[in-house]
């Protein structure tokens, strides 16, 4: 989960050009599975590097960066009426590129790039009083492009650009206890910009750079054991004929999320994508998906309530997006409800 700002009128100038030949880089095949339905635009500024979350049947998202300025606002999607409403504000520093989760009952939100410093400060959002408590600082070094997810109600993050370099730790935090332990290292190489899901009580993490390449690992945390197993590659490295097709799901900027037991990462990539890739953890298999119908970018917000995921806010070069899209992955492709 970048930034760069400019004056109105060269963004006007960018819109009007651009656009048209953005949308014409969708894919537009008729044998791919899956939906896309655009709903009611984001109410708050459009930005990219913001944090995305579901905490039971409500989506939420705040901070990020909209060109200009670093943000604090929060907002709540409400899917049953497709309406947003505004929430407190984050308390702390204005940020992007931070990291966001949410357990059963409660909303978390930590690290991030402030335009000068990174940052390690750690917050939590409880829905029912509409109110923010400082927490204990994420145990880790300073970092902004982390990743993070939560399982049974605790919190993991790790990864990110560091002071000095990417790094690959991995931390866990207890809400309970308000307290950060660090667990065992991503068996994989360090990176920045991963994405990544939860399926059966399990966590995955993949794509991200380092070293200047994008990466293909992919690796499933287990938190009873505290271990790592690493997963076949996201790219055409075998001599098999499953992984062909591997030719766009490794990248940064990617937004993942869960729905009915299959991961899925949508947009973002190795330049500023629209395909979508479904996981099943039972194969150890990707499937593309009917590619994202809005305009291509990265750095966007996703996550999933129900049986629908989400994919909200994000960039293209100076352009800023706060339009709001709905993903049914098992339904056919309608491009008139858009």
């Given at each position: 989960m970048t930034f760069k700002g400019v004056k109105y009128w060269v963004v006007l100038v960018v819109v009007?050009?651009?656009?048209?030949?953005?949308?014409?880089?969708?894919k537009s095949s008729t044998d791919l599975v899956g939906n896309w339905v655009k709903l009611s635009d984001f109410d708050g500024i459009a930005r990219s590097g913001a944090v995305g979350f579901a905490i039971g049947t409500k989506g939420y998202i705040g901070t990020g960066y909209d060109g200009e300025d670093r943000l604090t606002d929060f907002w709540e999607y409400d899917p049953v009426r497709n309406a947003w409403t505004q929430k407190a504000d984050l308390p702390g520093i204005a940020r992007n590129s931070a990291v966001g989760f949410g357990t059963d009952s409660k909303g978390y939100i930590g690290t991030g790039y402030d335009g000068k410093n990174r940052l390690k400060d750690f917050y939590e959002y409880d829905p029912s009083s509409n109110t923010w408590a400082q927490k204990a600082d994420f145990g880790g070094t300073a970092r902004f492009e982390a990743f993070g997810f939560s399982i049974n109600n605790k919190g993991y993050l790790g990864t990110g650009d560091a002071t000095t370099s990417y790094m690959k730790d991995f931390w866990e935090y207890d809400p309970s206890t308000d307290t950060w332990t660090q667990k065992t290292s991503i068996g994989g190489e360090k990176r920045r910009g991963a994405?990544?899901?939860?399926?059966?009580?399990?966590?995955?993490?993949?794509?991200?750079?380092?070293?200047?390449?994008?990466?293909t690992d992919f690796w499933m945390y287990d938190p009873s054991g505290d271990t790592w197993t690493k997963k076949r590659s996201i790219a055409d490295l075998s001599d098999e004929t499953y992984d062909d097709k591997y030719t766009t799901i490794r990248g940064q900027?990617?937004?993942?999320?869960?729905?009915?037991?299959?991961?899925?990462?949508?947009?973002?990539?190795?330049?500023?994508?629209?395909?979508?890739?479904?996981?099943?953890?039972?194969?150890?298999?990707?499937?593309?998906?009917?590619?994202?119908?809005?305009?291509?970018?990265?750095?966007?917000?996703?996550?999933?309530?129900?049986?629908t995921g989400y994919v909200t806010t994000g960039k293209n070069a100076t352009y800023y997006f706060d339009d709001i899209w709905g993903f049914q992955p098992d339904a056919e492709k309608n491009t008139d409800d858009n």
């Open positions: 009007i050009v651009l656009l048209p030949i953005l949308n014409s880089c969708s994405s990544g899901f939860v399926i059966s009580g399990k966590g995955y993490i993949t794509t991200g750079v380092d070293n200047g390449s994008y990466l900027g990617k937004v993942g999320f869960t729905i009915n037991g299959k991961g899925y990462l949508a947009t973002g990539g190795t330049d500023i994508g629209v395909e979508t890739w479904e996981y099943d953890s039972t194969t150890d298999l990707w499937t593309e998906k009917t590619a994202f119908e809005g305009t291509t970018r990265t750095d966007a917000v996703g996550f999933a309530i129900g049986a």
